[in-house]
């Protein structure tokens, strides 16, 4: 059996829409987006029948409408999303400890010490696609690789359903063709210069001298050229701790109303405690992020005790946070609101934090995620969240 290191980069299929059209059969084979459906809406996901009319996530709603005005607009359903993302990533644990999650939908997966027991790594491969389509219906495509870099480059070139395999004497060979544009990193203003440049393909760049580098990457140069050249040490990290987590929204029009803004607030700060309680963390930290409509940027923050991962303890700091500036800022309009939480911890360490006399409201929200869970976000809403 080869010593070299086999890695694996799984990375799911259009993975909202993927979801969506599963759960609705009459969207399949149809154009769908899944994102916000307002003026200042983004794309989150679209699939394939989207793409091929040039629709991307991260593009504005608008313009994808523009390029595909058939295209059927969903908007995002986060937590059953997070449900199916639970599954796969359960089926990942089945062949390897040694998972680090990238995203809902992707994750590096090393399954070198796994041969022994599972097959080759293109067996193995060949299983996980196996069972996440058996287990989700979803599909997902695969890069097998000595690293995770090549891996990660390997999974994206034979989409959707793909399963690519490069062999350590295979890298050169299977890098050098491929466009600049395909080195992860490598941003479109980066890639513009490399491109402009006279470099269009990962071998030319691995072979560019000092002389063309240089002035685009200073001293990343000598990085830059291994990364063209395959060569990526980095292990895969699984036990990867999150630092911090937030939920955000760009509002369609500019909000004024201190009373809408703090009903959105509200809705923001159970949005991130329940992605706390999915992942059973508690928090000691709120930060409130306001955006105003000139684009001006400013965040507030404050620690609290015990931890928590209650709604109403971290809806309420967020709320004064709120006050505090909207003093200082009377009659702003702003944009995007956002509340995050940081300072984690596990909520195991929950009863070391216990205040006596004090109430707790961790089962009515662990009541209200597990509504959600089935029967959608609006299911249930929080009095204070509600728009008037």
Not at 109 to 129: C, E, M
Not at 185 to 199: F, M, P
Not at 269 to 281: E, F, N, Y
Not at 320 to 348: I, K, M, T, Y
Request: aromatic share 6%; net charge positive; hydrophobic share 40%.
């Amino acid at each position: 059996m080869s010593t070299a290191r086999a890695i694996l980069h799984v990375d799911m299929d259009a993975f909202y829409a993927s979801v969506e059209q599963r759960d609705d059969p009459s969207l399949r084979g149809k154009p769908v987006v899944v994102g916000g459906i307002g003026g200042r809406g983004v794309v989150a996901a679209a699939s394939y029948e989207a793409r091929r009319f040039g629709v991307r996530s991260a593009m504005p709603m608008r313009r994808a409408l523009e390029l595909c005005p058939q295209a059927i607009c969903i908007p995002p359903r986060m937590q059953h999303y997070r449900q199916v993302s639970r599954q796969v990533f359960a089926i990942f644990h089945e062949f390897t400890p040694l998972v680090q999650g990238l995203s809902l939908d992707e994750a590096y997966l090393d399954v070198t010490a796994s041969r022994l027991l599972k097959g080759d790594s293109v067996a193995i491969a060949k299983a996980i696609k196996s069972r996440i389509r058996e287990v989700t219906g979803l599909t997902a495509s695969v890069g097998v690789a000595p690293n995770r870099l090549v891996a990660k480059i390997a999974s994206d070139v034979n989409k959707p359903d793909g399963l690519t395999i490069v062999t350590p004497d295979e890298v050169l060979a299977f890098l050098d063709p491929l466009s600049v544009r395909r080195l992860p990193g490598l941003g479109r203003k980066t890639g513009q210069k490399v491109e402009a440049a006279g470099i269009h393909t990962l071998g030319e760049l691995r072979r560019a001298s000092d002389a063309v580098l240089w002035p685009i990457f200073g001293r990343h140069t000598p990085r830059i050229r291994e990364r063209a050249a395959g060569i990526d040490e980095r292990p895969v990290t699984p036990d990867w701790e999150e630092k911090s987590l937030s939920a955000e929204e760009t509002f369609d029009t500019d909000i004024a109303d201190p009373a809408r803004l703090h009903a959105e607030l509200a809705r923001l700060a159970d949005r991130s405690c329940a992605r706390l309680r999915a992942k059973r963390l508690v928090a000691g930290c709120v930060t409130v992020k306001i955006r105003r409509h000139d684009f001006a940027t400013f965040t507030r923050q404050r620690s609290f005790a015990p931890h928590s991962n209650e709604s109403r303890v971290v809806a309420n700091l967020a709320h004064v946070l709120l006050d505090e500036w909207l003093r200082s800022q009377p009659g702003a309009r702003l944009r995007l609101l956002g509340v995050g939480v940081s300072d984690l911890a596990p909520a195991e360490q929950l009863d070391l934090f216990e205040v006596p006399g004090r109430t707790p409201s961790t089962p009515l929200d662990e009541a209200i995620d597990r509504i959600r869970e089935r029967f959608g976000q609006d299911a249930v809403r929080r009095a204070s969240s509600i728009r008037r």
